[in-house]
């Protein structure tokens, strides 16, 4: 069952103080990894980190990019977003208010990234969120979150069904392509947690002069292969097949 955005944002205003300190487990971490290293951005490009709860990818990506814009629905969250780039002295970062649905963005963006927070919405409203976020003219989304690849197990639940969502890995890829985007690399962190790339190909030929690492960070997403990290099960990429859902690439 999902919540009203004003839910989500009370739900996280309590846990902003603590936030931080309570994200330990290794598949968070894994999937923050892929998707810093997978939004690659240029110098000159924007960023815009939905669901950016205390910044920590926004942050993370601040020094790579022209400017990164954090949107969530948690003032507590953003408050603590703020207080972290003052301290870290960083200035090209703005938080905001800011929904998936209406992320209160006005100019283009280059590049949306998206860490474990669209869960939260139904599977209708993820494909309205894509259609919005696609109208902002990103050539990339990369989008880290909790996703089934397979039937979830019942005895080690990565989500909450009380306030949570998860859809597959076929409905995102769906959603994504239906919103303009083509699926060009799948990462399986879990068997309930993945992170995916997705790039608009009309924007291809600006992104290969625009970004530095261009589409080499698909093909190695984190930059890091051959390395392990401790508890994940990452499985190197997926490529999407004809039909545009997702299958392994051996
Ligand atoms: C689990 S936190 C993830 C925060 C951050 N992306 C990270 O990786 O640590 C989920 C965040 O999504 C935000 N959120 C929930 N529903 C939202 C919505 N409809 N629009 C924007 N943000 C939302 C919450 O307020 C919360 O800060």
Known sequence: MTRSPEDHGARFDEKAASYDD???SPEYRRAMELVIASAAPGPEETVLDVGTGTGAIALALAGRAKQVLGRDVSKGMLDRAREKAAAEGIENAEFREGRFREPNVTEPVDVVVSNFAMHHLADEEKREAMSVIAGSG???FVLGDVMFFGEPDPEEPFFSPEVDDPATVGTLADALTDAGFSLTGVERVHDQVGVLVADRAERAERSDTESEAGTDAVADPAGIDGETTAGTASEGP?????????????
């Not at 997926?238 to 051996?250: K, L, Q, R």
């Open 138 to 140: 990103p050539r990339r």
């Open 238 to 250: 997926i490529v999407p097949d004809e039909g545009g859902t997702a299958s392994h690439e051996e």
């Open 22 to 24: 309570d994200q330990e």
